[in-house]
């Protein structure tokens, strides 16, 4: 009997009917904010303060405490010493679904003495649904005290939801294992990253270098430093005393500006021995902000030369040498990649003057996961703790932490504000590593899945609840670790406004009239993307750095097969149609079907006579074809796809070779030589082939609805197209054509990319549903 095969994963995107909306009773319809997600009912509990407390010895002084006490469920607020007044604050949140009592009893220990209790009955506990004010805390008489010791507790007790203000900072139930020093780390936080500059140092020349060879020709370089950047101009070509460069350095910067811009002029004196002619320490708080490509005014700074000696001269630290001549800006026209260009969530210039009004809004909601796998064990058994991270533009949000569980429950609701629909939201869940507060110190929390969304292939107004699979790539093959199921809703504000960005620049102006080089851009985005890291990963609690690097697709740009191979039969799809019209154009030749050929005969010879119903009839032809497609345009956002992606029918060896450093760590030297070069040339062409790849796909999505509005725009136009050239005489439409398309500089946009290219670059394609 052979054993049983395993079943195939599932890796399919599922529609699901959740009950969103904010229902807190049978009956009760007043609904909250959060309309995105499943309500989830909590008891909470607040214990501001209390007062003329008096400890059990009768001396007068007592360490207090709270304890509540619900069921099964125990815990204690911070205790103070020696305070019979004491204001303590905290909120504790209990699940309504796993309440197993009728009533709650509160406690004010003395240590372990108990002075009093107060108990309420669950059934009396009233209710709360934001934007109701909070509840009022009360003052309530401690019960079961000795007669004649006063004492007095401040409570507030309701019935709320996750849409309760108490919510993100109270102390939850189910994390009662986590120590103390653990608890910021499970809570839910919003993020904001820093705001990035490129700082573009122009160096022009310098003038009276003073090296200490006086018998040489000085071959000088200017090196410049930024925090952990670190770039040299060439050397000058003049080598003198007063050499010339005229060569731009580009750096990210980060507000606020803490570290300074160091230039040092060294001399090359010998091979890898350089000697320092003199430094210049420039603060960033003082260097010129320019929105566009206009030059800022250039400047002399002077050059310090540390020198050592004896006697009096020792004293003197530093003295004047020479000066250098600059032109520094912090570049606000350009948008900071810190992300892929391919899904990236922002592209507004860095400069807040060039921001237009938003088009809309993005609301999110993470509803749970289901099937997770088990990451890490825990007393002998599998366990894992799971969070959810949403990037989009500068907002992070990180919900909170479910401990325990492989069906963990977030239904936490966010929403950012959109300036462009043809961006990307990327949601990932991880397994947070670091409850044990200290004892956790150098573990990593571990990747789950991730999720991307275009908005430009939704529509408007529409709740898009699905449960998309969480897929990861290991070095033993692709693995389903779960779904995530999620609530999407994006609305526009003004269809108008937002049609009318389909004809606009994807990046900022500074992109196209003072393009940066390709090179420039990737060096630039590692940097920023390292300023992002550390920013978020010093905050509490942190995103750590695997997280953001994660979250950022960090290694997209790494060699792989894989990866090659997807991108070439992404080419091949495309190239299908092509194929399939010349093979069939062959048919028609050789006359395999007689009644087509006379057919495509006579079409042609009315096509022939008649020039002008060329054009009107492929535009009608082409606003058929996208009609038609309406009815089986895609009703689910993109997702991963492993087919796609090839992740599937790779073999070990490739997966091997995907997750292998860089450099390479399998083989001889002269191999690792080779075989890094290889990937490095490979990476690129992998990078051509994918784009490539996407322009063909934008080719198609003009027709298939992946975004309803640009399909949308582009049979309307085809429609208008097709009657007006119908009605104008083709000659004429000829005419106008040439002389558009010869017209003078003075009518063009200088160095913008056209209104139909905008739009074409605007067009989905699926490089979101690649892994």
């Not at 993020?191 to 018998?215: F, G, M």
Request: hydrophobic content about 40%; some cysteine.
């Amino acid at each position: 009997m052979q054993p049983p095969q395993p079943r195939p994963e599932d890796y399919t995107l599922k529609e699901i009917t959740p009950r969103l909306g904010g229902f807190m009773a049978a009956g009760d319809k007043r609904t909250s904010t959060y309309d995105l997600v499943e309500q989830m009912p909590y008891l909470y509990v607040r214990a501001v303060k209390a007062k003329d407390l008096h400890a059990k010895d009768g001396s007068g002084s007592c360490d207090p405490s709270v304890e509540i006490k619900l069921g099964n469920y125990r815990c204690t607020t911070r205790q103070f010493e020696k305070n019979t007044n004491p204001e303590w604050n905290q909120v504790f949140a209990f699940p309504k679904e796993r309440i197993q009592s009728s009533y709650i009893e509160i406690t004010v220990k003395d240590k372990d003495d108990i002075i009093g209790r107060v108990i309420f009955d669950l059934n009396e506990v009233p209710k709360r649904v934001p934007p109701d004010s909070p509840l009022a805390p009360e003052w309530y008489r401690l019960e079961g005290q000795k007669e004649g010791r006063g004492g007095e507790l401040m409570l507030a007790v309701w019935m709320g939801s996750q849409a309760d203000e108490a919510f993100p900072e109270a102390w939850h139930a189910d994390a009662a294992t986590v120590p103390s020093d653990g608890l910021a780390s499970i809570r839910s936080k919003v993020y904001l990253t820093p705001k990035l500059w490129y700082l573009r140092v122009n160096v022009i020349e310098a003038q009276d270098l003073v090296p200490s060879d006086k018998c040489r020709y000085p071959e000088v370089y200017v090196k410049a430093t930024l925090g952990n950047q670190s770039l040299r101009t060439r050397i000058s070509a003049s080598k003198s005393v007063n050499p010339m460069w005229n060569e731009d350095l580009m750096f990210v910067a980060a507000e606020p500006f803490e570290e300074h811009l160091i230039l040092s002029v060294e001399d090359r004196i010998a091979p890898n021995k350089d000697e320092v002619l003199g430094k210049a320490c420039i603060p960033l708080q003082n260097v010129d902000r320019r929105p566009d490509h206009r030059p800022v005014h250039s400047r002399w700074c002077n050059l310090e030369k540390h020198v050592a000696g004896d006697g009096e001269q020792k004293k003197k630290d530093v003295k004047f040498s020479s000066r250098i001549h600059l032109r520094i800006s912090l570049d606000g026209g350009y948008h900071v990649l810190d992300e892929s260009a391919h899904y990236s969530s922002d592209l507004r210039a860095t400069e807040k003057q060039l921001w237009k009004p938003s088009i809309g809004v993005l609301e999110l909601g993470i509803l749970n996961a289901q099937g997770l796998l088990a990451m890490k064990t825990k007393d002998g058994h599998g366990t894992t703790d799971s969070y959810c991270v949403a990037k989009y533009g500068h907002k992070w949000v990180r919900t909170r932490t479910i401990i325990d569980s492989f069906s963990p429950k977030w239904n936490e609701q966010y929403t950012w504000d959109v300036y462009d629909p043809c961006t990307v939201i990327t949601v990932g869940v991880f397994d947070n590593c670091h409850l044990q507060g200290e004892k956790s110190k150098g573990n990593k929390d571990s990747r789950i899945g991730k999720v991307r969304i275009r908005l430009s292939t939704l529509e408007s107004g529409r709740v898009y609840t699905h449960s998309y699979p969480l897929i990861i790539l290991l070095p033993t093959g692709v693995k389903k670790m779960g779904e995530v199921q999620l609530a999407v809703r994006f609305t526009c504000y003004s269809l108008v406004n937002m049609m009318q960005l389909y004809s606009q620049p994807l990046l900022p102006k500074m992109h196209y009239v003072y393009p940066l080089s390709v090179t420039q851009l990737d060096v630039l985005r590692l940097q920023a993307t390292h300023m992002v890291s550390t920013k978020l990963s010093h905050a509490e609690p942190p995103l750590r750095k695997e997280v953001v690097e994660y979250m950022l697709d960090v290694d997209s740009h790494m060699w792989s097969m894989r990866k090659s191979k997807a991108n070439f039969f992404r080419i091949m799809k495309v190239l299908n149609p092509l194929v399939g019209a010349a093979q069939w154009f062959d048919k028609i030749c050789e006359w395999k079907n007689p009644l087509t050929t006379v057919l495509i005969h006579l079409l042609f010879i009315i096509l022939v006579m008649f020039p002008e119903l060329i054009l009107p009839t492929v535009s009608l032809y082409l606003f058929l074809i996208g009609v038609w497609f309406y009815r089986w345009r895609p009703r689910q956002p993109p997702h991963m796809d492993t087919r796609l992606s090839h992740a599937e029918t790779s073999n070990p060896d490739e997966f091997d070779e995907e997750f292998d450093t860089f450099p390479t760590s399998r083989a001889h030297d002269v191999v690792r030589m080779r075989y890094d070069r290889l990937r490095s040339i490979a990476g690129r062409v992998q990078t051509v082939v994918g784009d490539l790849a996407t322009q063909g796909e934008r080719l198609q999505s003009l027709l298939n609805w992946r975004d309803p509005r640009a399909t949308a725009i582009f049979v309307t136009f085809c429609l208008i197209a097709a009657v007006v050239l119908y009605l104008v005489p083709f000659r004429m439409v000829v005419l106008i054509a040439g002389l558009y398309v010869l017209r003078h500089p003075r009518f063009r946009r200088h160095g913008l990319p056209s209104a139909p290219l905008n739009f074409f670059r605007r067009l989905p394609a699926k490089t979101d549903s690649l892994l």
